[in-house]
């Protein structure tokens, strides 16, 4: 199985960026997908973005729309997601997902160790 290795988590203010990267070590392709989930304390994880990795095709969160970008790196192997304008409700431990399959927002069935996130008011 692949292995999902995240980095790029920490503490910023409210208004400010920050960039999550998850290196994915293995075979990828065909219609292997990749996507971030979140989850804040006492909430449910919930998906953030995903991305196909051979069309480059996304999705996204509503609550995360114009905000967050995802994209990948084919060389690298890796995905990353760029989130600006963060606001403290974007506060949660980000995971890195993957699969095979199409449907982007749920049934991913490998997963990172997660990335906190904090963002201050």
């Known amino acids: 199985q692949v292995q999902l290795v995240e980095s790029g988590g920490g503490l910023v203010q409210a208004g400010d960026s920050l960039r999550l990267s998850c290196a994915a070590s293995g075979r990828t392709g065909g219609s292997y997908v990749m996507g971030w989930f979140r989850q804040a304390p006492g909430k449910e994880r919930e998906f953030v973005a995903a991305?196909?990795?051979?069309?480059?095709?996304?999705a996204y969160a509503d609550s995360v729309k114009g905000r967050f970008t995802i994209s990948k790196d084919n060389v690298k192997n890796t995905i990353a997601l760029q989130m600006n304008s963060l606001k403290p409700e974007d506060t949660a431990v980000y995971y890195c997902?993957?699969?095979?399959?199409?449907?982007?927002?749920?049934?991913?069935?490998?997963w990172g160790q997660g990335t906190q996130v904090t963002v201050s008011s």
């Open positions: 991305i196909i990795w051979s069309t480059g095709s996304g």
């Open positions: 997902a993957a699969k095979y399959g199409y449907f982007l927002y749920a049934n991913y069935d490998n």
